[in-house]
């Protein structure tokens, strides 16, 4: 049977440079990014599964959940207010990312990092100091705004400044932030949540100044990328800077790719109308259908409400807490997995690998849930050998994930989009990406009451037909230079006949490239 799915074109350009010491710290500093992202993903659950945090804002979800312990336990967290928190953030995100867009394009990547640091470093601090509900929507739309900053720039940054045999490896780093940022947050809500006196909840929430602290200092004092600075007529600080990333003097080709790429952007008046051309089907479908599909993995489910779900379930406050810090370990160990294996096993193995263990895991987890709490959520005792699957296989998911769809999800679509339609393409990446973020979060404590464990088999479907989708449809990218991706294109059995040799983007840098080199 034919590899369907695969193609790795055949060029056989090989740029020059290293992985230098500057290139590896600057990729650091701008993958702390993440941070903020992940902060607030892991923080969100934890105080929502906090008693003092819901007397004092969610009275009456503290009630259902504590006054009647024989209620029915997928409902008790049921409220459109308490999801409306979470995913308020979502919602402003994508908001953002659009304006990012224009400011990443024209400004540099620099620049919406800044103003992402500094936007989630305001909502922060309203949020520590919320009095009313009004107050804690406010700051979540605030730290939603840096977040939209921050996943357009962070992401299309480390894809331009590394190396392209690293690119997948610098790149993950980004999702590894993410994850880091997950397991703080989980770890801080543990031991804020035993502070005497109920006020634990402010030092979670305003604790999320720390992240944004990091990249707000950051971008001020990272370089920006070649590309960027080539898009704003730079050309050459772009060359220098070039040399100096890539470690040695000959920087020629690449720097010729560059500048024709960056020619061939600046005739788009309108990129985003450009996007809708034909020739760039591929990539419009990459940029909608991979962030849509990263979200329905369900594991913003497992993410958000780890705590809340362990509690539903039946665990302890404690030790729902603790399980949320296990699965969040879990988290960060695999996405170094991912790191480690992105640039020598490919992209398509991880997916393939990591949908097919997911899938595993969510029909063992709902088969798990559905024997302990039925179709009628009646909790009883939970047997310690029941409550050690239950966590097993939920971190067996959650490996899966981090070392596929985590960081595949923001890699591959920074790294396929030609300069021309990059950072609107992006846009659209990461508007999708929030727009189904804020879906999922703001109904799935709501499915949870309705499909009940019903809810794992309902994302077990996405897995299976995500897996499906990447197997006939994407491309390994492993080992392409960024500005020579068209090739992958035009080598695909499916995409091939949206993308001809005279359109594809590569021949027409080359023929740029060599028309530069001959003046």
């Known amino acids: 049977m034919p590899a369907v799915g695969i193609a790795t074109g055949g060029n056989g350009k090989a740029y020059a440079g290293n992985l230098t010491p500057y290139v590896l710290a600057t990729c650091i500093v701008a993958a702390m990014g993440g941070l903020i992202f992940g902060y607030d993903i892991g923080i969100s659950g934890g105080v929502t599964s906090m008693d003092s945090f819901l007397k004092k804002f969610f009275l009456s ?21 308490l999801t409306m928190f979470t995913s308020s953030l979502y919602l ?136 960027s600075m080539i898009e704003r007529g730079q050309h050459d600080e772009a060359k220098a800077k070039l040399q100096r990333i890539r470690g040695v003097d000959d920087v020629s080709e690449e720097f010729s790719d560059l500048v024709a790429a960056s020619d061939a952007a600046n005739q788009i008046e309108d990129p985003w109308r450009n996007l809708l051309r034909r020739k760039y089907r591929p990539h419009l479908c990459m940029a909608i259908l991979i962030p849509f599909f990263q979200q329905l993995t369900g594991i913003n489910v497992i993410m958000f409400y780890a705590p809340v779900l362990f509690n539903t379930i039946g665990f302890g406050s404690d030790a729902s807490l603790m399980s949320a810090v296990i699965t969040g370990s879990v988290n960060v160990l695999a996405t170094m997995v991912s790191i480690y294996g992105v640039d020598k096993w490919g992209r398509r193995f991880l997916f393939l690998e990591g949908g097919a263990q997911m899938l595993f895991c969510q029909a063992v987890v709902a088969a798990c849930i559905g024997a302990k709490f039925g179709v009628n959520g009646t909790p009883g005792e939970l047997p310690k050998w029941y409550a050690i699957v239950v966590v097993v296989f939920i971190c067996a998911y959650v490996a899966g994930f981090a070392w596929s769809w985590g960081p595949l999800g923001w890699l591959v679509p920074s790294e396929i989009f030609p300069l021309e339609i990059r950072s609107a393409a992006q846009s659209v990446n990461v508007s999708v990406n929030m727009i189904f973020t804020f879906i999922v979060a703001q109904i799935f404590l709501t499915m949870l009451c309705h499909l009940k464990f ?23 990218t492993k080992g392409i230079p960024i500005e020579e991706m068209g090739q992958v294109w035009r080598s695909h059995w499916y995409w091939k006949r949206f993308v001809s040799a005279e359109e594809g983007g590569g021949y027409e840098m080359q023929k740029a490239a060599q028309t530069v080199k001959n003046v």
């Open 61 to 81: 979800v503290y009630h259902k959940k504590e006054k009647d312990k024989t209620n029915n336990q997928y409902c008790q967290y049921d409220s459109q207010t």
């Open 92 to 227: 402003a995100a994508l908001i953002s990312s659009i304006v990012a867009a224009t400011v990443t394009r024209k400004f540099g990547r620099k620049l919406s990092m800044l103003f992402g640091g500094l936007l989630f470093c305001s909502g922060a601090i309203i949020n520590a100091a919320a009095k009313a509900v009004w107050m804690l929507i406010l700051g979540r739309m605030l730290l939603g705004f840096g977040i939209g900053f921050s996943n357009q720039s962070v992401p299309l940054y480390l894809s331009e400044m590394a190396p392209y045999k690293f690119r997948g490896a610098l790149n993950i780093g980004f999702q590894l932030s993410i994850t880091i940022g997950i397991l703080v947050a989980n770890v801080l809500n543990y031991f804020f949540a035993k502070i005497k006196g109920g006020w634990g909840w402010r030092l979670s929430l305003g604790g999320a100044m720390v992240p944004a602290l990091i990249i707000t200092i950051g971008s001020l004092v990272l370089p920006d990328t070649p590309n």
């Open 454 to 476: 019903g809810l794992f088999i309902f994302f077990a479907f996405f897995v299976f037909v995500m897996s499906i989708f990447v197997y006939y449809f994407l491309p390994e």
